[in-house]
């Protein structure tokens, strides 16, 4: 399966679980790989068979900012039903990390694949 990826998509929301994670947003990067059959698209140039890379990184960004959930699993798994229904993709990776998340490491997160029901 063809893929269409973005990666280190950083911007800052609210994320977290504890009482100042709640107040201060911070920074999340996530890597997100969609898994969709991308020959149509190279045969024709026609985007509406493929991926628009801004409007998938937009969608993430503001389904992040908006949700503001607690969990990264929570985020992780609307965010794959937000990209399921705007695209064609078939299969999803995505991988949530919050840099700041503990003291010492370049950061922690998560790492999902889900594929379309």
Known sequence: MDRVFLRGLRFDCIIGMLDRERLEPQPLVVDATLYLPLS?????????????YAQCARLIMDYAQQRQARLLEELAEGLCDEIFRATRARRVRLRLTKPLAV???????????????
């Open 40 to 52: 149509r698209v190279g045969r024709t140039g026609d985007l509406g068979r493929g991926v628009d």
């Open 103 to 117: 003291p010492g490491a370049e950061g922690a997160g998560i790492e999902i694949k889900r594929s379309k029901r």
